[in-house]
């Protein structure tokens, strides 16, 4: 503590009247939530470049301050697609929005579909062997039907960020189905399994949904289910929905094919698009230590306008968290540290973590120079707090700066938890962690379980009140916010740059 209180006497300070402006503005319906391919977003970008070269700070792709990212909109035409499964018993013809959601899973206009369903439990192929849910089976020409996550009431969750929970994601699950060349895949919704409610699912996919140009599966159809369509799709097969799903914890768990097939078509209006990544730099003074980068990161989109005109402002997601860069920005432009930094906004996080994984793809610094990514998504907006919960890589020299630079903040590590709903790979530390830079979320937390000052329990109450407004039209910004929590957060992640932009061997 006393260390701290030294580094922060002579540390650069963070200016709160700064970081409140940046988030107004980003928050702003003027920004229209700063959608992917829309002009919000446009305005979104060209302002954090400005800020940027307000700053001081260089363009850190040449003379330009943007990376470009090329991508593909699909957007779903309801009115020309419709799927039904047919049985021995009869056509269910389910509704698109209130009982599932679909679309291409490629970037084409028109997509058939006929084919039966096989129930692949949690669709999970373990690379060490350890677990096939699928068990060799041969899946082309057939549509899969998956539970998210990676257990239902098996065995205790592992801790958050193993390598293992990758495998409860659902892009994962969608991957390994694009591997075995399926003809589509459909995932059964529950709150608990996906962390979020069927209107976050259902907002998700009736708007025009992204993909990095190229990428998809041509010829396939992709989406998600409820559980009670699921429930019915069973019960039209003879089957048991929930005793299956249950059986599907089990390593001896075979597919389940189901006597009904999927049949219909998917029209959607594709277009192909550039948005871009925003990323200024500041040199480091160390001849040596110059050439390593720490990377500061926030991804500036959010849903933009809905097709019904309602704003998806982003405020907490991830106003805070371009704030936050920037006022980092601002405290460190004028006092560079030994390593250079760059203050990096990826696009498109909320459609895939895009941005990032274009990044990663064509790192504008070599990645192995790049000691540290310190991501920072969805900060508390809530009230000061005694700790700090980290997502991210696991190394422990980085755990052990990570350490100090919490007791520097004033703060204390939370333990790890169990991540049902993944939130280690949903946020855009993690392109970069699975490219092996060490790379951190800190503070970023669904829950909002930590450890408030003050009236704890009212605070956790208006924290946990978030997931009401979590990828909805009402995650506005309010002037009240009490943004003591959020600054602790910038704090711990200035001081973690710094340590990290300043030790001998940082990696
Ligand atoms: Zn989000």
Redo the contacts with the bound molecule.
């Keep these: 503590m006393f260390l701290g209180g030294a580094l922060f006497a002579q540390g650069p300070a963070v200016d709160e009247n700064a970081l409140r402006a940046h988030l107004a503005f980003l928050a702003d319906d003027v920004l229209e939530g700063r959608g992917t391919g829309q002009r919000g977003g446009e305005l979104a970008v060209r302002y954090l470049e400005t800020q940027l070269q307000v700053m001081g700070l260089q363009p850190a792709n040449g003379a330009s301050y943007r990376q470009t990212v090329r991508l593909a909109g699909i957007r779903l035409d309801a009115a020309g697609s419709a799927v039904r499964f047919e049985s021995a018993s009869g056509v269910l013809s389910p509704e698109l929005g209130t009982d599932l959601v679909l679309g291409a899973a490629a970037a084409e206009s028109a997509v058939a579909v006929d084919a039966p369903l096989v129930f692949v439990g949690h669709g999970i192929t373990a690379q060490d062997g350890s677990r096939d849910d699928y068990k060799g089976l041969d899946v082309r020409g057939k549509v899969l039907v998956m539970l998210v996550g990676d257990r239902h009431e098996g065995p205790p969750m592992p801790l958050c960020c193993e390598p293992e929970n990758l495998y409860g994601r659902w892009t994962y699950k969608f991957e390994e189905a694009r591997r075995r060349g399926a003809a589509g895949a459909l995932l059964v919704h529950t709150t608990a399994s996906a962390g979020y409610g069927w209107p976050v699912v259902r907002n998700g996919w009736v708007q025009e949904r992204f993909q990095r140009e190229g990428a998809g599966h041509p010829g396939a159809v992709q989406g998600w289910i409820t559980e009670g369509l699921a429930a019915r799709l069973f019960a039209r097969s003879g089957l048991d929905f929930k005793a299956l799903a249950m059986g599907a914890d089990s390593l001896a768990f075979r597919p389940v094919p189901l006597s009904i097939r999927a049949k219909g078509q998917l029209a959607s209006t594709v277009r192909r698009l550039e948005q871009w990544n925003v990323a200024g730099l500041l040199p480091g003074t160390d001849a040596d230590l110059r050439k390593e980068l720490v990377i500061y990161s926030a991804h500036w989109d959010?849903f933009g306008k809905g097709a019904d005109g309602a704003i998806y402002a982003?405020a907490v997601?991830?106003g805070t968290g371009c704030a936050a860069v920037l006022a980092l920005a601002q405290a460190l432009a004028h006092r560079p540290l030994k390593r250079s930094v760059m203050f990096f906004f990826p696009c498109a996080?909320?459609q895939g973590l895009l941005g990032a994984s274009a990044y990663v793809a064509a790192p504008l610094w070599p990645l192995d120079r790049t000691v540290l990514n310190v991501n920072l998504e969805?900060l508390n907006v809530v009230g000061p707090t005694r700790d700090i919960g980290l997502l991210g890589s696991k190394e422990p020299r980085l755990r052990a700066l990570c350490e100090q630079a919490a007791a520097a903040a004033g703060l204390v590590i939370t333990p790890a938890k169990a991540d049902p709903a993944g939130l280690c790979f949903r946020s855009d530390h993690f392109p970069f962690m699975k490219a092996g830079v060490p790379a951190l979320s800190p503070g970023f937390s669904l829950d909002g379980g930590w450890d408030y000052l003050g009236d704890k329990a009212a605070a956790q109450a208006k924290a946990a009140d978030f997931l009401n407004h979590?990828?909805r039209p009402t995650d506005r910004y309010d002037p009240a916010w009490n943004l003591a929590g959020l600054l602790q957060q910038v704090r711990f992640a200035l001081e973690l740059g710094r340590l990290a932009g300043t030790v001998p061997n940082a990696r």
Excluded: R
Aim: proline share 0%.
């Design positions: 959010h982003g997601d991830n996080e909320e969805s979590y990828h």
